[in-house]
């Protein structure tokens, strides 16, 4: 279509791709902040949207916009580095009821990480997809990371992480006032457990102590399956 | 290496230098704290190959950063500053991986309900055992 009307050098150019990825994202942030930060759609799924939609405009493959993509998603790596950094303020602050949260983080993420890979291996049963499923607990950069590990499929797993932490952040706070346990720590650990950053946020909406608990539950869970996973994938 | 990391401590004494001067110190501080996190970064990606552990090179890096911080039992000023700088950024840094799922939109086509419905029905057992641990400690 367009790519009749745009020169075939321009799309060539990683320049190009960096320019319409960081416009993307602009305007993602832009139509959050203008949805009063709606959670169904943040910056990183409008972002994405965008970006695919230029790609399958201009008919470009994958492989030419990631030259241009790859100086963004480089940064991912020194990202999770700099995990150690909550991570160490996280033990710090709740050092004194650290083994139960510890207990809770560790039999609850991996509970719902068994319980969707069991049932992508017997509905689905193709090895990629369900190796993928194994790291759609861990907030992104670490999924991208460990499926990058394990033999899975990065965007792939990025999507399912994206996925979860949109219907969890909705879901959880209804299922555990429906069971009727929902509390600052339960309510807090459940969405950082499985709602990752998107859980976070939506915490954050509940209170503070909320927030807390959730960004705690979230690095932990990520330090943790990073750790355990690749072993026993 | 360790020396330098501490660097940080410097933009602390400034306090009294011109508004603009403190500025560049931050922005160099910045930079310290980013040579950094490459260092571990690469650590972790040396370690890695040398012991063939199948952990992300990125995590061994993480945690071999949470060990030095644990035993200063102080984070480091510039690591703080690049990783409060980096971490809002790390949507725009998603995008890119995200947008690779066009490489694999038959899988979605072909099975993203039956995915859509795991994601969901997976989150319930997870919920259900972390507030039961949680609610069983706290008696």
């Known amino acids: ?233 | 290496m360790v020396d330098t990391l501490d660097l940080g401590s410097s933009a602390v004494r400034c306090e009294s230098s011109s508004l603009s001067f403190r500025t560049k110190i931050k922005n160099e501080n910045m930079l310290v704290g980013l040579f950094a996190l490459l260092v571990f970064l690469i650590l972790g990606e040396a370690v890695q190959s040398w012991t063939a552990i199948p952990v992300p090179s990125s995590i061994i890096g993480m945690v071999l950063l949470l060990i030095l911080i644990t035993l200063k039992n102080k984070i480091p000023t510039s690591i703080e500053l690049a990783a409060n700088k980096l971490a809002p950024l790390l949507p725009l840094f998603i995008i890119p991986i995200s947008a690779g799922l066009i490489t694999q939109a038959d899988i979605v086509e072909q099975y993203g309900l039956k995915l859509l419905l795991i994601l969901t029905i997976s989150l319930i057992p997870g919920v259900l055992v972390t507030a039961l641990i949680l609610k069983w400690g706290n008696k």
């Open chain 1, 1 to 233: 279509m367009l790519d009749n009307f745009i020169p075939v050098e321009l799309l060539q150019l990683p320049s190009t791709w960096l320019m319409v990825t960081l416009g993307a994202y602009l305007l993602g942030l832009k139509i959050y902040q203008q949805l009063n930060n709606a959670p169904w759609l943040p910056p990183v799924l409008s972002g994405f949207i965008l970006v695919t939609l230029a790609l399958w405009i201009t008919n470009t493959p994958y492989n030419t916009y990631q030259q241009g993509g790859q100086l963004l998603s480089f940064f991912l790596g020194p990202v999770v580095v700099g995990l150690a950094i909550p991570l160490f303020h996280h033990f710090h602050n709740m050092r004194k009821q650290f083994l139960r949260l510890l207990l809770a983080i560790t039999f609850g993420s991996l509970t719902t990480v068994f319980v969707a890979v069991a049932l992508t291996h017997y509905w689905i049963g193709i090895d990629a997809i369900t190796v993928t499923m194994a790291s759609k607990s861990v907030t992104t950069p670490v999924a991208v990371a460990i499926s990058e590990q394990t033999g899975g499929l990065p965007a792939l797993a990025a999507a399912f992480v994206m996925v979860t932490g949109i219907i969890g952040a909705a879901i959880i706070p209804l299922l555990l006032k429906l069971f009727r346990c929902d509390s600052p720590q339960i309510t807090g650990v459940s969405l950082g457990i499985c709602a990752h950053a998107v859980g976070t946020s939506r915490a954050l909406e509940l209170g503070q102590e909320y927030a807390a608990y959730s960004a705690m539950a979230m690095t932990l869970t990520a330090a943790l399956h990073a750790i355990v996973l690749p072993w026993l994938l």
